[in-house]
């Protein structure tokens, strides 16, 4: 049997050398060829393979390796290589090229979800914070104790001195945030800070502190005294009262209800009466008057404070500050067209 096999082998030889194009390939170094006993190591090291395994050619870089029960002889392939092969038995693994995801930062990803609506500083800071709340709780409004709750804070006191836009506002609006409410003013704002802007108010004013309720270049201020008064000396805190005090804070307010736009309009309504008639019935809808005294009427339109409370109220219609109902009252003053008056001067 042993014999049989050797001259088997080197038949099989004989047969590649006399077609070298067809299955050899010289390397660029000499390859050593495994013998009898180091092929019958290997085999027995692994003895759970099955025979079949062991006639499996196996590629090992561009070499191919057949193994014949105790004989290996190697075959070399027509395929060109420039890799240095020193083993049949291990190869050398390639390296794989990896390659890398650049992921978005997170402040880039908050960035870039903002609407364009947004111009207020601290909203653009809290906005996504106020999502992610709405994401978690089902509202956006962050509790105190946080950064994120102070500025919720913040947005509601700016909202209140109309420093918001109107977009922004509308933008927090159809995400239920909660604004505050004219009672929530006093506690929403600072007192020492309130106390400083009350002062610079009489300074400049000089009404002794009657700011009035609605008070458009500092809304906050005006709603601040309000609720200082709805208090009373009595219950508000001792160490504020003292404050108050100090400056000579008037407790109680000699505005009457309805302001003094309402104390200035009736006055001269009675007045324009005067020089006026009737000419519609007093169960129409409407009351009509019919002037009868023109020189009257230019005398009262020629006095000074008359003039001045036209005036103050025209600019604020035309600045839209001037509510529907205050202008439906103006267009009822008899005699003459308000809407009109001064338009010739100008």
């Not at 009898?36 to 393979?49: E, F």
């Not at 700016?158 to 927090?172: D, H, K, R, S």
């Not at 809304?219 to 005090?245: H, M, Y």
Request: with cysteine; glycine share 4%.
């Amino acid at each position: 049997m042993i014999t049989a096999s050797i001259l088997l082998t080197i038949t099989i030889l004989s047969s590649l050398q006399q077609q070298p194009d067809a299955f050899t390939l010289i390397p660029s170094h000499p390859i050593p060829t495994p013998t009898i006993r180091q092929s019958l190591h290997n085999n027995h090291n692994h003895p759970h393979q099955n025979d079949n395994t062991k006639q499996r050619p196996q590629r090992h870089g561009s070499i191919l390796t057949t193994r014949f029960a105790a004989l290996s002889i190697p075959v070399y392939s027509n395929i060109a290589t420039q890799s240095n092969v020193t083993s049949t038995t291990t190869t050398t693994p390639i390296p794989i090229k990896t390659q890398k995801t650049m992921m978005t930062p997170p402040a880039a990803t908050a960035v870039a979800i903002l609407p364009h609506c947004i111009e207020s500083s601290v909203l653009k800071k809290v906005y996504p914070a106020i999502l992610k709340h709405v994401e978690e709780y089902g509202n956006p409004n962050i509790p105190l104790g946080t950064k994120d709750g102070s500025r919720c804070r913040i947005l509601r006191r700016m909202a209140f001195q109309e420093t918001l836009t109107p977009a922004e506002i509308e933008l927090l609006t159809k995400l239920d945030f909660r604004w505050n409410s004219f009672e929530d003013v006093y506690e929403e704002a600072d007192f020492d800070a309130c106390l400083n802007r009350l002062l610079k108010y009489e300074e400049e004013q000089k009404t002794n502190y009657q700011i009035p309720k609605k008070y458009h270049p500092d809304p906050e201020l005006g709603a601040w005294v309000t609720l200082i008064r709805r208090i009373g000396k009595a219950n508000i805190e001792s160490s504020r009262r003292d404050q108050l005090d100090a400056i000579g804070f008037a407790w109680k307010s000699t505005r009457k209800c309805g302001s003094a736009f309402m104390g200035a309009y009736k006055a001269l309504k009675v007045r324009l009466q005067s020089v006026c008639r009737i000419t519609s019935l007093p169960e129409a809808d409407e009351i009509s008057y019919e002037l009868i005294d023109p020189v009257g009427l230019q005398t009262i339109l020629e006095e000074d404070a008359v003039q001045k409370w036209l005036r103050s109220t025209k600019v604020a219609m035309k600045e839209g500050k001037l509510s529907d109902s205050r202008c439906l009252y103006m267009d009822s003053l008899p005699g003459f067209d308000w809407r009109g008056w001064g338009e010739e001067e100008s």
